[in-house]
């Protein structure tokens, strides 16, 4: 199937950035969206931000807008979430999520372990 493996979590202060990588192996052909969610302390689960497989349509929360942009480095097979301008409420667990063509287009099967973002203020 298909297996997501984030990095790049990790402390900063408030205003700083840090730029989320998902990894992504397998059988990555049956992709078709790649969706950065979160999950803040005491707070259901979010979608932050999705991009199709091929790179296209970035979309993303409005608590994010205008700060965190969400990209695909083709050859890489790898999805990155810069985040800029980050607040302590950014605080969360950050989760790579993907699709696939074989369980149904936008449904979120695939997850990563997780990685951890704690902002300073």
């Known amino acids: 199937q298909v297996q997501l493996v984030e990095s790049g979590g990790g402390l900063v202060q408030a205003g700083d950035s840090l730029r989320l990588s998902c990894a992504a192996s397998g059988r990555t052909f049956l992709i078709r969206n790649v969706g950065w969610f979160r999950q803040r302390p005491g707070k259901e689960r979010e979608l932050v931000a999705s991009?199709?497989?091929?790179?296209?349509?970035?979309r993303y929360g409005d608590s994010v807008k205008g700060r965190f942009t969400i990209a695909r480095d083709n050859a890489e097979n790898t999805v990155f979430l810069q985040m800029n301008s980050l607040k302590p409420e950014d605080t969360a667990v950050y989760y790579c999520a993907s699709d696939s063509i074989s369980n149904g287009i936008g449904r979120y099967d695939y997850w990563g372990q997780g990685t951890q973002v704690t902002v300073s203020s």
């Open positions: 991009i199709t497989w091929n790179g296209g349509m970035p």
